[in-house]
């Protein structure tokens, strides 16, 4: 469908009338109410008025029998939801005690005999946490399953949310008291509320002579985490990985969580199909190919039909977090499988399905998809090569960036720091900023003026459709995770010597 005066009048809240007035100084052409507007010209005005343009491009065949299918197969019934375990991840700075917080919870919640046992180290586990139930005139004590996701930095948000669901429920941000607030605490935080999951703050290492954790806590009120005496709803507990002080009052702070911010969310179906996200991948000599899978809505069983990925096979053995053998998985539990096909990817969805021959045919669909991105991928960076070729040509007054990031914070220090740069005849210009992975539509704006646009993603990569069109576009794509790295390269690009990806 063409864009008109008067589509894209709607669109943009602009009357018709300054609308042609604007087209025509733009172009230099008559225009009435009914007239086509070229693309272009479309886009310029739409990002003056600061209006993201979504471009719908027709699917591929394979594309749309992909969504169907996982359509189809996630469809779940909301009478048969009953609740489920939550999912947390811990987060935060380097040093902070993330691992030695997971570690001492897990032998916290291990029969004495059985910690020599704990030889399978998977990157999802169950523990169990024992609450009072205050209803209950004899006061036995209810338990309480508690999924822990053992996912380095951010990767349990970026590369799930794409998908549109998150794995996980609820992150605890870890901050040591000894160095209080730093900047991947931050970033964690910024994780978390992008993700919309909900925050728990645990102040780690309170026995260290140095803590202060007074000093943390006003830190963390200053990224707007406020505890309920203050006006918020974060939980804060104080622990100590080292003396175990506190780990008990975590548990208790997620179990609380759940029920009682959570207790809409946390369902699941457990009499239907299973299906649910791949969390690693791996061969292994003894067994071929493994995979740990967290189980999100049904109930998985050996025998199985499991497509992953682009890979399938019959669940042939399946073992919970203590490498146990076990018949029935269901909502929010870990498990590893055997007998898929091939490895698969870590947020590869999976589904248990009735027919070997849908597997296949799901499968084939995605290893297409698959092929040709990662081909555009490639495309896309090769295209470096001529921006630089072409800035040497062609003299660059002002560098238009569009940027696209993982969560505001991230885009508002990217910005600060562009604002910085300066260059005698070249200036920056940020055309447009936003939250998420690259899209066809960033590539559309980058098309008006290929030679002196850099669409830059930071903790977020390009979706195959934006990988396609800058590939067709000539427009320059590029990712980073280093905020220093991605400064540096506008500045060389500024200077007309930026280098391409090696
Ligand atoms: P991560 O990088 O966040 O996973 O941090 P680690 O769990 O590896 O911990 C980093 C260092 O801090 C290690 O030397 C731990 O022994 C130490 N540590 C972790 N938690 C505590 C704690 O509660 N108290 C003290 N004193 N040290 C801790």
Not at 371 to 378: G, P, Q, V
Request: proline fraction near 4%.
């Amino acid at each position: 469908l063409p864009i008109t005066v008067r589509s894209l009048s709607e669109a943009t809240g602009v009357k018709a009338g300054e609308l042609i007035k604007r087209l025509m100084k733009e172009t230099n052409q008559l225009y009435g109410n009914n007239s086509p507007v070229e693309f272009d010209t479309a886009a310029m005005i739409a990002v003056d008025n600061n209006i993201e343009l979504v471009i719908k491009r027709q699917k591929t065949a394979e594309e749309e029998l992909i969504e169907e299918f996982e359509q189809m197969m996630e469809n779940v019934d909301p009478e048969k939801l009953r609740p489920r375990p939550p999912v947390v991840t811990i987060m935060g700075h380097v040093d902070h005690g993330k691992t030695s917080l997971l570690d001492k919870i897990r032998k916290s919640n291990v029969a004495a005999g059985e910690v020599g046992g704990i030889t399978q180290v998977i990157r999802a586990w169950s523990v169990t946490h024992k609450v009072l139930n205050p209803d209950d005139p004899n006061e036995e004590l209810l338990e309480k399953q508690i999924t822990f996701l053992d996912t380095p930095g951010h990767e349990a948000f970026t590369k799930m949310r794409a998908r549109g669901a998150n794995v996980t429920d609820i992150a605890v941000i870890v901050v040591a008291a000894t160095d209080g607030v730093m900047p991947q605490t931050e970033e964690a935080v910024n994780h978390a509320k992008a993700a919309d999951v909900r925050i728990i703050v645990a102040i780690n290492k309170v026995d260290a002579p140095n803590a202060n954790v007074e000093r943390t806590k006003r830190q963390l009120y200053n990224l707007n985490l406020l505890p309920d005496n203050m006006g918020g709803d974060i939980q804060f507990v104080e622990t100590s990985a080292l003396t175990g002080q506190g780990i008990d009052d975590l548990l208790t702070a997620i179990s609380l969580e759940a029920e009682f911010n959570l207790a809409d969310e946390l369902k699941a179906d457990p009499d239907r199909p299973a299906f649910g996200t791949c969390l690693e991948g791996y061969m292994t000599a003894g067994e071929g190919v493994n995979a740990t899978v967290l189980v999100q809505q049904g109930t998985l069983r050996p025998g199985d039909i499991v497509l992953c990925g682009a890979n399938y096979g019959r669940v042939r053995t399946m073992y919970n977090d203590h490498g146990v053998a076990i018949e029935e998985a269901g909502p929010s539990t870990p498990v590893r499988i055997t007998g898929l096909g091939g490895v698969p990817n870590a947020d590869d969805p999976f589904y248990a399905v009735d027919e070997l021959t849908t597997a296949a045919k799901i499968a084939e669909a995605r290893e297409k998809k698959d092929r040709e991105a990662s081909l555009n991928r490639f495309q896309a960076v090769k295209d470096l090569d001529s921006l630089t070729a072409a800035k040497s040509k062609l003299k660059v007054t002002e560098l238009k960036i569009i940027l696209k990031a993982e969560a505001r914070g991230s885009v508002e220090a990217i910005k600060k720091e562009l604002e910085k740069l300066t260059h005698e005849e070249v200036t920056t210009r940020v055309l447009h900023a936003g939250i998420g992975a690259i899209t066809e539509s960033d590539v559309q704006l980058a098309r008006i003026s290929p030679d002196d646009t850099l669409v830059i993603g930071f903790n977020v990569t390009a979706d195959d459709a934006a990988l396609r069109l800058a590939d067709e576009q000539g427009v320059s794509l590029r990712e980073y995770q280093i905020i220093y790295n991605l400064v540096d390269d506008v500045k060389a690009a500024m200077e007309g010597r930026l280098k391409p990806i090696e």
